[in-house]
């Protein structure tokens, strides 16, 4: 057996939309509210799930090369954009702090019967209609200013691959300990309670912030 197993078609993808959606679901973010106070620094826990998840996931694939499971150039890796990326960074951005909502945590609210998830993906697909109705006019700008052809940070950076993966932990590490500072300071995070109140139209009093202390080494 040799990976990815994404040549295993439909199966494939429909096991690991299941798992995707359970960790998502179990990580609370199939609640609006929660994910919206990532936007607020008083609830870091898109930041620190989904950063932990980058570094699990690199470190798997590095793992599985490294034991021959996984053949050398076997995930493939878009071409960077930046305008593209940019502006589409800066769209979604703004939809997932209106919506409360990404893609992906929208069919896990939907699947977990919020109405407004529906609302949200209605949303979505009607802006990928307009999008791909628009593509023709849009092409030279999403097109334009391409970075490296299909290239990794080790690749870009000349340095091994664990030693990517292990500065990008130390990154994580650092931004974990600064959002679990900032929600001390601001009263978060959101709980179980609080997200379903909110839902509900009745959000109960936040817990107050605890006193403000400087940021100690």
């Known amino acids: 057996m040799s990976l990815p197993l994404y040549d295993g078609g439909l199966a494939a993808g429909l096991l690991c939309g299941i798992l995707f959606g359970y960790v998502l679901e179990g990580a609370g973010f199939g609640s609006p509210t929660k994910l919206t106070a990532q936007f607020e620094l008083s609830d870091w826990s898109v930041f620190k799930v989904m950063f932990t998840a980058v570094i699990v996931a690199a470190f798997g ?107 990008l932990a130390l990154v994580a590490a650092g931004g974990w300990r600064l959002g679990s500072r900032l929600e001390r300071r601001l009263g978060g995070p959101v709980t179980a309670e609080q997200a379903l109140a909110a839902e509900a139209g009745t959000p109960p009093p936040r817990p107050a912030a605890r006193p403000h202390r400087p940021f100690a080494a």
Request: aromatic letters at 10%; charged letters at 5%; glycine letters at 18%.
């Open 61 to 167: 694939l590095w793992l599985a090369q490294a034991l021959g499971v996984l053949r050398p150039g076997g995930v493939f890796v878009p071409t960077l954009f930046f305008w593209a990326t940019l502006g589409g960074g800066l769209l979604i951005g703004a939809g997932f702090a209106l919506g409360g909502y990404c893609p992906g945590t929208s069919a896990v609210g939907l699947a977990s019967g919020r109405g407004d998830a529906l609302v949200f993906i209605l949303g979505m697909v009607a802006g990928t209609v307009v999008f791909a109705a628009l593509y023709p006019l849009l092409a030279g700008l999403v097109t334009a200013a391409a970075g490296p052809q299909g290239q990794t940070l080790s690749a870009l950076l000349g340095l091994p691959d664990w030693l990517v993966i292990a500065l």
